[in-house]
């Protein structure tokens, strides 16, 4: 699976668009961006995924360059709730392909 | 619609010690993942099973089993516990072994 970087951090005021980035400049032809969030001490909450095109659902909007190379998850209004560890993941659609969870990036919204 | 459910919520073992975590995945989903968070760090792979066949493993030593049974539940288990396996245990579900997965709340364990 191809490996992505992330901010450590990024502080964001609530109401406002949060708009986390994810470089994956290794990522192949058959392999989906995957967002997950995490809560301090609850599983991981899925986002929202795609392979080519923007997706966005109630959620989230994915934001995808046309090279995928890199990424972007838009949090259209952010609230407190939106407060977590925000994972970019590559991950291939084969039965075996795990999720490999990096380091994420740490959202903080302030009021 | 009911997510996945994972029992037990808390665990306290010492060193040694075996351990039996379950997991119920999603009704309709066929593929349970099992998943170790260390404090700090991201949850790390141990297993994934489809149609109760071991269709992945991580990088865990052979104290680390599972299986997966005819209504797809699974269990994982860990043997000769030590202190460094303290920590959250998530499972996720997903429909087949590449779709979305979905996760539980895990179970917390602690090894004295």
């Not at chain 1, 994956?24 to 989906?32: D, F, M, P």
């Not at chain 2, 699974?74 to 087949?96: H, K, Q």
């Amino acid at each position: 699976d191809a490996k992505t970087t992330q901010p450590p951090s990024m502080d964001c005021a609530e109401g406002r668009a949060a708009n986390l980035p994810c470089n994956h400049s290794t990522i192949s032809g058959n392999e989906y961006v995957y967002w997950y969030r995490q809560i301090h001490s609850q599983g991981p909450q899925y986002i929202i995924h795609g392979l080519k095109n923007n997706e966005t659902n109630e959620m989230a909007s994915l934001i995808i360059t046309e090279d995928r190379k890199s990424s972007t998850l838009i949090l259209p209004h952010a609230t407190l709730r939106d407060t977590a560890v925000y994972y970019c993941i590559v991950r291939g659609g084969a039965a075996g392909n795990k999720l490999t969870f990096g380091g994420g990036t740490r959202v903080l919204v302030k009021p | 619609d009911a997510g996945v459910t994972q029992s037990p919520t808390h665990l306290i073992k010492t060193r040694g010690q075996h351990v039996t975590l379950r997991c119920s995945p999603i009704s309709g989903h066929k593929s349970v993942s099992w998943y170790q968070q260390v404090l700090g760090q991201g949850p790390q792979f141990i297993f994934q099973y489809y149609e109760k066949e071991e269709r992945g493993r991580g990088n865990f030593p052979d104290r680390f089993s599972a299986r997966q049974f005819p209504n797809y539940s699974s269990e994982l288990n860990v043997n000769a516990l030590l202190l460094g396996d303290s920590a959250l245990y998530l499972c996720a579900s997903s429909g087949t072994g590449g779709d979305t997965q979905y996760f539980g709340p895990g179970t917390r364990l602690t090894v004295l």
